[in-house]
């Protein structure tokens, strides 16, 4: 099968790529840096050309009140040359709970995202992730005030980045969901707790104060990141991929 992996060239989509091409696939990475831009469109209909399945990773480049124009736009302009480029499944990646935070912008872009998606022409599978192991650093970044790192208590179930990528690529080389996978990691932390660990294994001067009103998982209510149902737990402990 023939894949085209928008926003091929990140963190997943790179991963994804490499996984497709060893089991024997022809995926191709398609980004920016490639010629390709969802936005303006360009690039889109020789990036989609031939292509059986096509993966988009891209994301909006802020968390803020501009991210659901950038998904509104990009999806429009992908779900366009998909279907015009007669491709059969589109295969997004979005985050387990995002319909149950309204209060961040970034979330409820997501939410409107997969609903775009939803709507559209094409077959297609949303794979919803929980949060990745590999942001935890920026998280501290957040909220860090000389060597104080303020965390809220709210409960998370990090994942590795190669689990989420080893599961997008088994549900593009899949037939269509026509509906949503949930990943999660094996353990549910809460957040400040998750800092002080992650200091433990790598300290840097930084301490970790518990704070219920710090950055922008304070928003969060009880337990709404954390995966429910029938969700694939994926093997990665935070403890394990830390060391």
């Known amino acids: 099968m023939k894949f085209a992996v928008i926003g091929g060239t990140g963190l997943i989509g790179s991963r994804v790529v490499k996984k497709l091409n060893a089991a024997g696939h022809e995926a191709v990475p398609h980004s920016q840096s490639t010629g390709v831009d969802v936005i303006t469109g360009e690039g889109l209909a020789e ?9 988009n990773l891209t994301n909006s480049p802020t968390f803020d009140d501009a991210s659901p124009a950038f998904f509104q736009t990009s999806m429009d ?15 997004i990646l979005s985050i387990v709970g995002a319909d149950r935070v ?34 935890m650093d920026a998280v501290l970044s957040w909220t860090t ?40 990691g094996p353990d549910v932390l809460p957040l400040d707790e998750l800092g002080r660990i992650t200091l433990e294994v790598h300290p840097d001067g930084r301490t970790v104060v518990t ?18 149902g029938d969700a694939r737990i994926a093997p990665t402990h935070y403890s394990d991929w830390l060391s």
């Open 47 to 55: 990036a989609v050309a031939d292509a059986d399945v096509l993966v």
């Open 77 to 91: 302009n992908v779900l366009a040359a998909a279907q015009k480029g007669g491709v059969g499944h589109v295969v």
């Open 102 to 135: 309204p209060g961040l912008d970034y979330y409820r872009a997501k939410v409107l995202q997969e609903d775009i998606l939803k709507a559209g022409p094409i077959p297609y599978s949303i794979v919803r992730a929980t949060q990745f192991m590999e942001f």
């Open 145 to 184: 005030e000389g060597d104080t790192v303020r965390l809220p208590t709210t409960p998370l179930q990090l994942i590795a980045a190669q689990d989420v990528s080893d599961t997008v690529a088994e549900v593009a080389a899949g037939a269509p969901l026509n509906g949503t996978l949930e990943v999660a």
């Open 211 to 228: 704070d219920d009103t710090a950055g922008m998982f304070a928003a969060v209510q009880g337990d709404a990141l954390i995966a429910r």
